[in-house]
């Protein structure tokens, strides 16, 4: 709980999948997403290397799985469904802010 695990600002920082818990997004020192288990987190981190625009906090205790950005990269180029439902997960994520 409270656990920061990468800043707005970071590079090469890992892609996360929450197993528990619950992980606030911040920009600006305001929440913006929450996300909770089985979600995805800094999936941008694995195809890009911008420094991040978010920062995330674990707001109560969150289990994750954590993979490398070339681990992760390599992951999905070798399982081209975990690209779909990166690509699904960004649409959604755009049409949420699109609307705000």
Known sequence: KGEVLFH???????????????????????VIAEEGERAVINELSVVSKEPRTVTAIAR???RLLSLAPRPAFDLMWERREIVLKIIQTLVQ???YFANK
């Open 93 to 95: 994520r755009l049409r």
């Open 8 to 30: 707005s600002g970071d590079v090469d920082t890992p892609l996360y999948i929450i197993v528990s818990g619950n992980i606030s997004i911040c920009s600006d020192d305001k």
């Open 60 to 62: 109560k205790k969150t």
